[in-house]
C-alpha cells in the first residue's frame, strides 16, 4: 500500500518541479513512497540542491553535503563551512542508527580563563562574540566528509558544484536574510560582515538585492577537487589561523588545531518513548535532556490533554524547567567531565523529578541527584539562538537527521575564502567555576567540545524501522521547541505542520518566554493563574524540521513557518513497503 503525503500547509514538490521556489496558495497532497527522496530545509535554495543530488541517484550522506554547502551561502547567518554539527544518521539496510559529532573544539592554546577581563568578570558577551578567542576548530566539513565516505554514493566532487555556480551568478536576499541585516547584532558592526553586505555606494543590501560570493565559490570548487582537507591544511586553514589572531582578544587557534580535528563517531543515545525508540546524540549533544524531557512528561497525563489547555502547557513548562536544571548542571564534554547520562534516566530519578510537577509552579527547581554524579558548579552558559536544522532520506530508506552551526548570528562575524568563522567557543561557561568554587561542567579546555543544545533525532518503530525524524536550531530553546513538537504530533496526534505551528514556551529557571499572541483562548489567563507568566523572549525562534510515518502509513511532514524552509518530496520514485 502507497502511504500518502499529508501537508497542512506544506510545500510539496514533485522531483520535476524542483526548480520553481514559489510557495503554492493551498495545501498541497500526493500520493509517494515512504522511501521516496525527500528534503527538509530551512531555505528553498538548500533543499533544492539536496534534491538535485538524489535525483541523480545521490545518497541521503551525499544530499547532506550538498545542502550543508548551500546554506552555508544562502543563510548564512546560521550555518556553514565554518561551523560544527551533530548528525543522526540512519540505516535504511541494516536499522542502526550511528551519532555523528561534528563538534568544534578548543584550540590548545585554550585556556579556562579565556573569556575573564582583567577584572576577573567574565567578558561582555558582545566582546567576546567579536574577537578571535570566539573560534572553534570547525567540524561540519570533517563530519559531512566522514559520513558521505561511509555511505555516499556519489564522488565528493561532483556535489558541490550548483551551489559554487549560485555563488558566483548571484542569489537573491531572502525577506528573513533581509531582516536579520536589519538587526540590532553585535556581528553587524564587524568589519567582514560590513563589508560583505554592502553595495558599491557604501548602503547596506536588503531583502531583495542580488548576492554574489565569487570567494566562496572559488573556496567550493577547491574543496571538491581536494576533499576536507582544502580546509584543516594548507591556504585556507592558515587564513583561518591569521584571521582570529588578529585584533583585541585575538584566539590562539594553529595550523596545527586544524590539521588534528578529527570527527567523533558514536552509538546513538536511543529509549523507549510511546510506541518508539528515540534516538539522539550523545554528550555533548543534549540529547539525554530531549529523552529527560520526554521521560517526564509521560508521568503527566499531558497526552490526554491538549493545546488548548493550560494544565498541560503548565506541565510542559514544568518539565522543562526540570530538564534544564539537570542539563545545565551536569550536561559536558564526556571526555573531560563525568556526564552521569544513565543517572538522569533512570525510571525511579525521573519520577522523583516528576513529583515536583505540581498543580502551580513555583520557584525554579534546582538540579536533582542522579546516580553517578560528580560535584558540578552552577552554569551561566549564554548561548544565542542562531543555527539550521535539516532532514533528508533517501531511496534506499536512509535518513539523515543534522543540526548545523556558526553559533550567534554571522557566527564571529569574521569571514575567509567567502564563508564565516564560528563563535563556538562562546558555548562554554566564561567562568570555570561558580561563586562557590565549583568547577563548571562546561568551562573550556583545550580541546574540549562546548555543550551544545542541538538535538538532531531519530524515531525507530519497534521492529527499527524509520518512524520519523525531529530537530530544530534556536540555542537553549532547541530542547523545549523540538519537545513542542513531539507533544504535539505524536501525543495530540495533530497534523505535523499544526504541531510544528503550536505556540512557543520555553521554561529555564525563573523565566517563562514563549510566543504569548499565538495560545488558544484561556491559555495565559490559566497558566498565569497556575504560576507561569509568559513574556516575549528573544533570538532567532524555531527553525523545526520534522517528518512522521503516521501508524496507517502517512509520511507527515513539515517545516516551521516562522523561517523559510520547504519540503521537497521526489515523487517518481516507486513505492516498495509499508
Known sequence: MNPTLRFAPILLLAASACTTMERPSAPTMAPASARAGFVIAANPLAAKAGMEVLQRGGSAADAAVAVQAALGLVEPQSSGIG?????????????TVTAYDGRETAPAGATPTMFLGPDGKPLPFAVAVLSGRA??????????????????????????????????TGFTISPRLGKLLA??????????????????????????????????????????????????????????????????????????????????????????????????????SS??????????????????RGPTDPVAWSQFAQAS??????????????????????????????????????ATAGPPPAAGTPRGVVTAGLDRTAEPSGTSHFIVGDSSGNVVSM???????????????????NNQMTDFNFSPVDEAGRPAANAVAPGKRPRSSMTPLILLNPDRSFAGAFGSPGGSAILAYVGKAMVGSVLWKLPMQDAIALPNLIARGPNFNGEAGKFAPGVLAGLKARGIEV???????S??????????GQFDAGFDPRREGVVLIDDKRTAVRR
Open 403 to 421: 543540526t548545523t552551526t556558526v553559533e550567534s548570528i554571522f557566527g564571529s562575524g569574521r569571514m575567509v575564502d567567502g564563508f564565516f568563522l
Open 535 to 541: 513574556k516575549p523572549g528573544q533570538g532567532e525562534d
Open 135 to 168: 573560534t572553534g576548530v570547525p567540524g561540519a566539513v570533517r563530519m559531512l566528509g566522514q559520513i558521505q565516505r561511509e555511505h555516499g554514493a556519489l564522488p565528493w566532487n561532483s556535489l558541490f558544484e550548483s551551489t559554487a555556480r549560485l555563488a558566483d
Open 321 to 358: 524547567r526540570l530538564m534544564y536544571a539537570d542539563r545545565d548542571r551536569f550536561v559536558g564534554d564526556p571526555a573531560f567531565v563525568d556526564v552521569p547520562v544513565e543517572g538522569l534516566l533512570a525510571p525511579d530519578y525521573v519520577a522523583e523529578r516528576a513529583r515536583l510537577i505540581g
Open 543 to 552: 527553525g523545526i524540521h520534522a517528518v512522521l510515518i503516521r501508524p496507517d
Open 183 to 284: 538587526g540590532n547584532y553585535p556581528e553587524l558592526t564587524a568589519p567582514d560582515v560590513v563589508k560583505y553586505f554592502s553595495k558599491r555606494d557604501g548602503s547596506k543590501l536588503v531583502a531583495g538585492d542580488l548576492l554574489q560570493n565569487p570567494a566562496y565559490a572559488i573556496f567550493l570548487r577547491r574543496l571538491a577537487r581536494g576533499g576536507p582537507d582544502v580546509l584543516y591544511r594548507g591556504e585556507t586553514a592558515a587564513r583561518i589561523v591569521a584571521r582570529v589572531r588578529e585584533g583585541t582578544n585575538p584566539g590562539s587557534m594553529s595550523t596545527a588545531d586544524l590539521a588534528r580535528y578529527k570527527p567523533l563517531k558514536k552509538e546513538a543515545l536511543c529509549r523507549a518513548w510511546q510506541s518508539y525508540q528515540v534516538c539522539v546524540p550523545p554528550p555533548p
Open 83 to 95: 561551523g560544527g554539527a551533530f548528525m543522526t544518521f540512519y540505516d535504511g539496510r541494516t536499522g
Open 287 to 304: 540529547g539525554v535532556a530531549t529523552l529527560q524531557l520526554l521521560a517526564l512528561l509521560d508521568r503527566t497525563d499531558i497526552a490526554q
